[in-house]
């Protein structure tokens, strides 16, 4: 059973700085590229980033580059967004994702999301 489950969110003021994390099991980590997504209120679902599995990281959203980092530690099945230099925009709940292919068949695997909110 493949299981994700983020942590880290919070509340904070603009400019301020949080660490999100997600720690997987039920897959062998260390295959597998990570995806961090997040979902502003009344908005869709947006892909922030890409961790493929030996670490190179993917940025897809302009507007976190420069200001978040997504790194793996593939030893503590974790993947990790640094998030710096908040603004009231990210605010949103963030939700990291894994893509299992067998027979062709795609399956999905999201966490249950961690709400950042930012303001003052």
Known sequence: QVQLAESGGG???PGGSLRLA???SGIMFDTYAMYWYRQPPGKQRELLAEVRAG???NYAAESVKGRFIASRDNAKNTVYLQMNNLKPEDTAVY???TVR???GVRDDFWGQGTQVSVSS
């Open 11 to 13: 509340l904070v003021q």
């Open 22 to 24: 997600c720690t997987v």
């Open 55 to 57: 670490g190179t990281t």
């Open 95 to 97: 939700y990291c994702n």
């Open 101 to 103: 292919w067998e027979a």
